[in-house]
């Protein structure tokens, strides 16, 4: 993710603003130049102040404030890049849907964001009624009796528990399920990678180097699930995989995976946008030193994104315990995770 500024008087921005809390001006994301803006009115459109072809109109779930992508005026969707993906949302007409629904809204378009930015296909349900990538955000009242909405992927149809946007809910099964990380985002870019398993791997030229270093995906998914919920991870399992999770099937390795490759692009992203640079005054060891000196979305040199990433987590680690909070990365790389890591890398690229 990149830093932002107000093109109207320099302010710099969050992705999620609407407003410059300097000047006033309503603010929009350009999803064609990828660039948060200010704006002009124009009647019942906006002039970005940015470089835009034609007036631009706000997505229509801006009107919940959830949403704060532009959209051409002349485009016959009412809906933005990110949010024309989305099949169901709650029902909002329960008041603790909405806010619960903007939070998701929030993880989405960062997601959404980083997959244009690696130049992924990108085709809604109604592009592609078979593998379009499409979202059910459900509550679990709208649930059948007694049965609970599971977080899931199915096929490009991605389902997203409404109670994960709960931070004590979400906290409670991490602890639970005795995970180090477990956020919305986090769910995203993991349910986002099985899409992309179905379209970049299956039945590509990449499979039989998929199956050689994630293993073969034919194995019974539904009884290696039971099998990991009941006996856990293998002893060792830290050489070989990224979580304890994605020992539970290859499928489940690869998304974990996927998941932790989108999450070092966007962190050394923002990094390089904050022009941070790690150089502990304690040591001369330059595995602790790093600068980010290139794009991170745009290499697929592996080895230069770990050399990056690993003395960042370092710093970042150190930093949350100083505030008495666990580490932001709870995770170790090894050898192996740094090759499957380098295996996505090759994917996403050759896709792009």
């Not at 809390?21 to 019942?44: Q, S, V, W």
């Not at 964001?113 to 690696?118: A, E, F, G």
């Not at 389902?159 to 399920?177: G, K, P």
């Not at 990224?242 to 692009?265: G, N």
């Amino acid at each position: 993710m990149k830093l932002f500024t107000c093109r109207a008087c320099g302010q710099v921005l969050y992705f999620e603003n609407t407003l410059c809390e300097r000047c006033g001006r309503r603010l929009g994301f350009l999803p064609a130049t990828m660039t948060l803006t200010a704006l002009e009115p124009r009647g019942a459109a906006w002039t970005p102040l940015a470089p835009a072809p034609s007036p631009q109109r706000f997505c229509a779930n801006a009107e919940y404030d959830a949403c704060n992508w532009l959209v051409a005026e002349g485009d016959i969707s009412p809906f933005c890049r990110a949010c024309r993906h989305n099949r169901t949302v709650p029902d909002l007409g329960i008041a603790e849907n909405l806010p619960r629904w903007r939070t998701i809204e929030t993880a989405k378009h960062r997601l959404i964001y980083t997959l244009l930015r690696l130049r992924l296909p990108l085709a809604t349900r109604a592009e592609d009624p078979v593998h379009g990538l499409a979202f059910d955000f459900l509550a679990d009242t709208g649930a059948t009796a007694g049965e609970a909405v599971m977080t899931g992927h199915d096929n490009g149809l991605i389902t997203i528990a409404l109670t994960e946007a709960d931070d004590a809910e979400r906290e409670r099964r991490r602890a639970q399920m005795h995970e180090p990380y477990r956020t919305l985002l986090g769910h995203f870019r993991h349910e986002v990678g099985h899409h992309f398993w179905d379209l970049l791997v299956g039945n590509s030229r990449f499979l039989d180097q998929f199956r050689a270093l994630f293993g073969d995906e034919r194995e019974d998914y539904g009884a290696a699930l039971a099998r990991h919920y009941a006996a856990g991870a293998p002893a060792g399992w830290q050489n070989d995989f990224i979580s304890a999770y994605a020992t539970a099937h290859p499928w489940e390795d690869w998304a974990e995976t996927f998941a932790h490759y989108l999450h070092m692009i966007d962190t050394l992203e923002m990094a390089q946008a904050f022009g941070m640079r790690v150089d502990p005054v304690v040591t001369q060891d330059p595995a602790l030193s790093s600068e980010v000196t290139f794009d991170p979305h745009a290499t697929q040199d592996i080895a230069a994104l770990v050399a990056a990433w690993l003395p960042l987590t370092f710093a970042l680690n150190s930093l949350n315990r100083t505030m008495g909070e666990t580490d932001l990365y709870p995770f170790v790389i090894a050898p192996l995770v740094v090759e499957k890591l380098g295996f996505v890398a090759r994917v996403v690229h050759a896709a792009s």
